[in-house]
């Protein structure tokens, strides 16, 4: 099953300069790189990446399409099962998903399936197909809360099936996690988020921001005085978690929300705006995935020396592959199987260290992951002015406080089924709200479930 | 874009702005607050709700220009528009959902402090409104920094002044009045509510402690996003760390680490110190350079 041709390499900033930088690390493939990678593909009879892609996007389709240059054809493909490749294409991690099932990477190396994704995904943003005829309204209004990927993307269907859709935002920009989480080096604002919303907005889609639902508005007050039909919740899963160790109510003690909020939704990189940042001269940043790795590179591109420190392994961080080889690159320093106890402070409040122990791996958890044990007596300081927080996060419990007979789990997760269905007629759930913090793919992908189900329930109305 | 219907400078550096924004007016709830940005390059900056109009669909925040993002939003005029005005947020008044027949046997004080007058007002107005008149002492540091005086008035039912250098009513500070009125005058009090500076807050919180008289304060933290994704507003109550923009604003004074509250309010006051300077030496009017607040 060897393949001759190796897996095309990708081009990349180089690492020293954009440690210094926010521009993309990734290039990507051009034309020529992008046939040559998508002539690796066995265009295998049973496909097993598209087992393992979590909304089934026909791959071998689309990647032979990629090989024969149409690559309008390819985006229709994907568009079939995702509606934000170039997004996806940059954030999915490919390694446990289609590239890890990869029939290739037994002997070799898999097929760069989300280096071709991003390929097409660009080329479409960049080809804009011809204002398609959006169907004719229907008549009925859907509520969508929340512009992050479970957001747009049921918007999308719903519009496409001719409802009016209209999001309601509660920051002053749209995007979620891809407008205010993930940094521009990693995920470009404009030609990419900015440019997947136009889309969005192209199908008709209103969008009103600075509108927090549960105080602006409430869904009964959609549902009952407004007109709508039907409500999507997309609100994601944006309550920061924090340690409870002492010492983090110091001075310099931030969560990752913040710090990354500060950084890519208010630009404080950028001299332009008027958003303080607090970024000192040693940073350690608390966690191992994708937040934490964002957090720490952010840190380092704004002058810190910057470390992670991590209670398990590697082989356990949750962060994808390509972020921590990316860190490493950039010189983050990797703390592994330790655990703060305590945030130092100085006479004033403000961080001077971070006490720690060590850890080792003890049994496998309920997570298979095998849970870290505090080795005894192996307390010691590592000397910072910052530490950010990026342990989780779970669902902000506002809409659940304001909404009547919607049930949410322990966790404060809204309850909802395979299809978005809540225990409240009208009101439909997924992404992160129903998950609790996850990935970009499954939420674009519950938004789409939920369009059908509530198409269902408005016709059956 | 909301509107701003009307501005005026209430005293030195404190402006009102009454700003058309239709869904706050008829949401908000005294002791509720916004979220205002300047244009597309300005901060989120929380401002307690100073009034509300449903029918007219206007809100008013008043402002006290301190920093880059103050100066900013004072800068503008009527018929200009803000970027953005989020809310209303943080929780209503406790008071708000209270049983109007146990709400009118109580004894309500209210204090404010400067700036703070402004969030006392709608709290006041609302309680005039639903047949409760509560006393209120008002502290500024002179004559000329005293805001909403006669508004005040039409509202509580004793209004007392206190000035720093005396130039209007008592000359000292508000916990002397507090004092004053509860011991001089035998005052019997059931409810405090305090909202100025924290320091203010703070004395304020120490004085009614000796008297056991239960008292609220709405705390002005750093704040991002206003509704519970960052935690730059975190603040300990009772020993538990809590939330100011979704558990607040307002809490019992004599839970909240009041000395910390006062150190986290500086944690980005160096940035914002060097701010001010560069925008002060690029002379008044600053206009968003990215072009983007058109
Ligand atoms: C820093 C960071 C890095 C990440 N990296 C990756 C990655 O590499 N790969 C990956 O697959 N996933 C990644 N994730 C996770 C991924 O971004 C999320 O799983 C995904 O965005 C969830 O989408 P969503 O639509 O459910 O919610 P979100 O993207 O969180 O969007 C929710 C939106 O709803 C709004 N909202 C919330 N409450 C209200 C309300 N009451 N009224 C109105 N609006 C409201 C919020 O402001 C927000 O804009 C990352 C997350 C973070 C934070
Ligand atoms: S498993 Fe690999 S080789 Fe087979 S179709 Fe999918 S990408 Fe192509
Ligand atoms: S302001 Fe962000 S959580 Fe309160």
């Known amino acids: 099953m060897a393949n001759k041709i190796a897996r095309v390499p990708v081009r990349e900033q180089d690492p020293q300069k954009r440690a210094a930088n926010f521009e993309e690390v990734c290039y990507g493939y051009d034309i020529e790189e992008a046939r040559k990678e998508a002539s690796r593909c066995l265009n295998c009879k049973k496909p097993r990446c598209v087992e393992q892609c979590p909304v089934s996007i026909q791959i071998p389709r689309f990647i032979s399409q990629v090989l024969q240059g149409d690559f309008a054809a390819a985006s229709r493909t994907i568009a079939e099962d995702s509606s934000l490749p170039s997004v996806c294409g940059r954030v999915c991690p490919q390694e446990t998903q289609c590239e890890g099932a990869c029939i290739l990477g037994i002997k070799g190396e898999p097929v760069a399936i989300g280096k071709l994704e991003r390929f097409v995904g660009d080329w479409a943003l960049e080809h804009p197909s011809p204002a398609g005829q959006t169907p004719p309204s229907n008549g009925h209004k859907v509520a969508v809360i929340g512009s992050g990927p479970s957001g747009l993307a049921c918007a999308s269907d719903l519009a496409r099936m001719g409802y009016r859709v209209k999001i309601f935002e509660a920051l002053h920009k749209v995007g979620g996690v891809l407008e205010y989480g993930i940094p521009e080096f990693r995920l470009p604002k404009e030609r990419i988020v900015a440019a997947s919303v136009e889309n969005v907005k192209r199908l008709g889609v209103e969008f009103e921001t600075d509108t927090i639902v549960g105080r602006t508005v409430t869904i009964d007050s959609l549902l009952e005085e407004e007109g709508y039909q039907a409500v999507f919740i997309g609100s994601g899963a944006g309550l920061p978690r924090f340690m409870g160790i002492p010492g983090e109510n110091l001075n310099g003690v931030v969560s990752a929300n913040e710090f990354l909020t500060r950084a890519n939704l208010m630009k404080a990189y950028d001299s332009r705006y008027d958003t303080p940042i607090y970024v000192g001269r040693r940073v350690v940043v608390v966690g191992g995935g994708n937040v934490a790795m964002d957090a720490v590179r952010t840190a380092k591109r704004l002058g810190a020396e910057a470390f992670i420190v991590y209670r398990r392994s590697e082989a356990e961080l949750p962060a994808r592959v390509e972020e921590v080889h990316h860190a490493r690159q950039e010189g983050i320093e990797f703390r592994m199987l330790t655990n703060p106890t305590e945030i130092l402070g100085t006479e004033q409040g403000w961080v001077r260290g971070i006490r720690c122990v060590r850890m080792t791996l003890g049994e496998p958890d309920q997570s298979g992951r095998r849970s870290p044990v505090v080795v005894e007596g192996s307390e010691f300081e590592i000397e910072c002015d910052v530490v950010i927080m990026a342990l989780g996060t779970s669902p902000n419990p506002l809409i659940a406080a304001t909404t009547a007979g919607l049930d949410t789990d322990r966790r404060g997760c809204v309850v909802a089924d395979g299809q978005g269905v809540t225990s409240r007629p009208g009101v439909f759930a997924g992404g992160d709200a129903v998950t609790g913090a996850a990935t970009v793919i499954l939420a674009m992908g519950a938004g789409r479930k939920a369009a059908r189900a509530i198409d269902e329930y408005i016709r059956n109305k | ?294």
């Open chain 2, 1 to 294: 874009m909301y509107k701003i219907l009307e501005k005026r400078e209430l005293a030195s550096a404190i402006w009102l702005m009454k700003v058309h924004a239709p869904r706050v007016a008829s949401s908000a709830r005294p002791g509720q607050f916004v979220i205002v940005r300047a244009d597309e390059c300005g901060e989120r900056i929380p401002l307690t709700v100073a009034d509300y109009d449903a029918r007219e669909g206007s809100v008013t925040i008043v402002i006290q220009t301190i920093g880059v993002s103050t100066k900013k939003i004072c800068a503008l005029d009527p018929g200009q528009c803000l970027a953005d005005f989020a809310g209303p947020l943080g929780r209503p008044s406790e008071f708000v959902s209270e049983d109007l027949q146990t709400l009118r046997g109580k004894k309500i004080l209210f204090v404010a402090g400067g700036v703070g007058t402004a969030p006392v007002y709608p709290q006041v107005k609302w309680l005039a409104e639903h047949g409760v008149r509560a006393d209120v002492i008002v502290g500024a540091k002179n004559r000329d920094m005293l805001i909403m005086t006669e508004q005040m008035r039409a509202v509580a039912g004793n209004l007392y002044i206190a000035t720093d250098d005396g130039s209007e009513g008592f000359k000292g500070l508000v916990t002397e009045v507090i004092r004053h009125l509860i011991e001089q005058q035998g005052r019997h009090y059931d409810l405090c509510v305090a909202i100025g500076p924290m320091i203010m807050m703070k004395f304020v919180a120490l004085t009614t402690r000796d008297y056991g008289l239960k008292t609220i304060v709405s705390l002005n933290s750093l704040m991002v996003d206003g509704t519970g994704m960052c935690g730059a507003c975190r603040v300990s109550v009772g020993g538990k760390t809590v939330f100011t923009c979704v558990d607040g604003p307002e809490f019992d004074a004599h839970l909240v680490d009041f000395d910390e509250a006062m150190r986290r309010q500086g944690m980005y006051r160096t940035q914002e110190q060097r701010a001010l300077k560069i925008a002060e030496e690029r002379a008044a009017g600053h206009k968003c350079r990215i072009g983007l607040d058109k």
